[in-house]
């Protein structure tokens, strides 16, 4: 997962994740998903 441990995802792919994410009620599971993957 190295140059891909933020998302997991092409930067492509993290775009359009990103833009579901923020489109619905998930950024406080997002932040938590994301601080897991930081400190995992």
Known sequence: ???????GFS???TVAFN????NHPYVEYR???YNNLLYE
Not at 1 to 6: S, T, V
Not at 19 to 22: A, G, N, P, T
């Open 19 to 22: 833009r579901v994410i923020y």
């Open 31 to 33: 932040k938590m998903i």
């Open 11 to 13: 930067p492509e792919s």
């Open 1 to 7: 997962m190295k140059g891909q441990h933020y998302t």
